[in-house]
């Protein structure tokens, strides 16, 4: 199984390079075709505006969304035209989230930048909680000052759900490309280590059957996930985390778990999350 198409989702709000990057390099490595997609909406006039004022703010603002769009599909183009089989852009007025989720229809996998601010613009880019929670495909989710997908080291961040099976095997065209790949499970409680060894022994064993061989390795005493997380990640030289996503839907909001929202918005490392 190889990833087909990819679709990379720009922001109208900030730099797009290391997600283009990111996208142009899966391009490369597995002969893809590569969907840029962006959408931004117009927010409300300010409550003292009204009339011909009011209108003539909302032309002004629909005029600029118009050609920021342009903007980035010249920018999304010159960037992955000649890494790519093929490419094609999709552009909208409305909110982002939305619009990508229909558009993921059309993908293998999703490329977003990470958001690191607690509340993100939703009329001016997608918030990467809202996609991995919604729209079955996994996603890759890049920091800012990524330069390519480094797939020299892999790490997999295993918990014994169903979200990290689903990760898994959703990122086999990743582990199977990589140099090193090491499964990691953090105990929660003082006398998991030994189910958790158990865990990643049978996850290698599993991807051994696909060709793939990785390391297994398991902290001695359980702490904060989070951080013994990095430290694992830190120890291998990770370019990628691979997890499962984390959360439940609660008052239309995604409430997302804490490893998850670490991952998707705090990382120094692309995270591959997948639900």
Not at 91 to 113: E, H, K, T
Not at 233 to 243: E, K, L, R, T
Request: glycine content about 6%.
């Amino acid at each position: 199984m190889d990833y087909k198409t990819v679709m990379v989702g720009l922001a109208l709000d900030r730099p797009n390079g290391a997600c283009l990057r990111v996208a142009g390099d899966i391009a490369e490595r597995f002969g893809a075709r590569v969907l840029g997609i962006a959408a931004a909406d117009l927010r409300p006039p300010m409550y003292f505006a009204e009339g011909a004022f009011a209108q003539q703010m909302l032309d002004e603002e629909a005029a600029a969304i118009h050609r920021r769009l342009s903007e980035l599909e010249a920018e999304f183009r010159d960037s992955v035209a000649k890494r790519a089989a093929s490419v094609e852009w999709r552009s909208a007025r409305g909110l982002p989230v939305p619009y990508m989720l229909r558009q993921a229809r059309a993908a293998d996998i999703i490329v977003v930048g990470a958001r690191s601010e607690t509340l993100v613009d939703p009329g001016a880019a997608a918030d990467p909680s809202d996609l991995v929670m919604q729209a079955g495909r996994p996603l890759i989710v890049v920091p800012p000052a990524a330069q390519w997908l480094d797939l020299r080291s892999v790490l997999v961040a295993w918990k014994d759900v169903r979200e990290a099976r689903r990760a898994v095997f959703d990122a086999l065209p990743i582990l199977a490309a990589a140099k090193e790949v090491t499964i990691t499970e953090i105990p929660e409680q003082d006398d998991g280590r030994a189910e958790a060894l158990s865990h990643v022994a049978d996850v290698a064993a599993w991807l051994r059957g696909h060709g793939i061989a990785a390391h297994t390795t398991v902290p001695e005493r359980p702490a904060v996930v989070t951080e013994q997380l990095e430290k694992v990640a830190a120890n291998v030289g990770a370019g990628v985390v691979i997890a499962g996503a984390y959360g439940h839907s609660r008052l239309r909001e995604w409430a997302l778990s804490g490893v998850t929202r670490h991952l998707a918005m705090e990382s120094r490392r692309c995270a591959f999350l997948s639900r």
